[in-house]
């Protein structure tokens, strides 16, 4: 496989899951009438999922800073894909809620009014604090992740070292501030 090919596929697969990730968060595509009993448990399966690729990506740093590379290859290869199976879970949940969970909307109607929003106060900038660089970094570290996953598989070693020094500690920062994220907006959860 040539380069050219390898970007064109990471960029389309970028397009692709940030298209979807769009038209779900949207609703543009309605999920069923009635979820499937398994969805109020989605978001926590999320939060465990990326809580366990952060300590995954903490366990592949230590492990290439120590010289062993089979299990640095290893631990990556179950972080990509655990990250994947997150990226499944969060789309179907998605898909398969039909509202929107509000910081602060203690009674789950959709609104947040004017007394929700004053007992939410700094909590709720401090959230949104962290949720909008969560998304804005989640959707342009994926051609990130794939490059240097790609990269490392080939053992493309140099190539692989420069794209790793801004895919990981951001992709580290996506999977904490998404435990994070989960554990705001939780209390708000109205299945």
Same mark, same amino acid.
């Given at each position: 496989?040539?380069? @050219?090919?390898?970007? #064109?596929?990471?960029? $389309?697969?970028?397009?692709?899951?940030?298209?979807?990730?769009?038209?779900?968060? #949207?609703?543009? +595509?309605?999920?069923?009438?009635?979820?499937? &009993?398994?969805?109020?448990? /989605?978001? /926590?399966?999320?939060? +465990?999922?990326?809580?366990?690729?952060?300590? *995954?990506?903490?366990?592949?740093?230590?492990?290439?800073?120590?010289?062993?590379?089979? %299990?640095? @290859?290893?631990?990556?290869?179950?972080?990509?894909? *655990?990250?994947?199976?997150?990226?499944?879970?969060?789309? *179907?949940?998605?898909?398969?809620? #039909? !509202?929107?969970?509000?910081?602060?909307?203690?009674?789950?109607?959709?609104? /947040?009014?004017?007394?929700? &929003?004053? &007992?939410?106060?700094? /909590?709720?900038?401090?959230?949104?604090?962290?949720? +909008?660089?969560?998304?804005?970094? %989640? $959707?342009?570290?994926?051609? *990130?992740?794939?490059?240097?996953?790609? #990269?490392?598989?080939?053992?493309?070693?140099? @190539?692989? !070292? !420069?794209?790793?020094?801004?895919?990981?500690?951001?992709?580290?920062?996506?999977?904490?501030?998404?435990?994070?994220?989960?554990?705001?907006?939780?209390?708000?959860?109205?299945?």
């Amino acid at each position: 496989m040539t380069d @050219k090919f390898i970007f #064109r596929f990471v960029a $389309a697969v970028t397009v692709f899951v940030i298209v979807v990730v769009i038209i779900l968060n #949207r609703h543009l +595509i309605p999920g069923p009438e009635t979820p499937p &009993a398994f969805t109020p448990y /989605l978001p /926590l399966l999320n939060a +465990i999922l990326n809580g366990t690729c952060s300590v *995954l990506l903490l366990v592949s740093l230590y492990n290439i800073r120590n010289g062993n590379i089979t %299990a640095h @290859k290893r631990i990556n290869i179950l972080t990509f894909c *655990l990250s994947s199976l997150f990226l499944v879970s969060y789309i *179907l949940f998605h898909y398969l809620m #039909r !509202k929107d969970t509000m910081y602060g909307d203690v009674d789950g109607d959709g609104v /947040l009014s004017v007394n929700e &929003a004053t &007992a939410a106060g700094g /909590l709720r900038t401090l959230y949104l604090s962290i949720l +909008i660089p969560h998304i804005i970094l %989640a $959707a342009g570290v994926l051609p *990130l992740i794939l490059l240097s996953f790609y #990269r490392g598989l080939q053992m493309q070693v140099e @190539k692989h !070292k !420069k794209l790793v020094r801004w895919a990981f500690p951001i992709w580290l920062f996506v999977t904490i501030s998404g435990v994070v994220v989960y554990l705001m907006i939780s209390p708000y959860y109205h299945f």
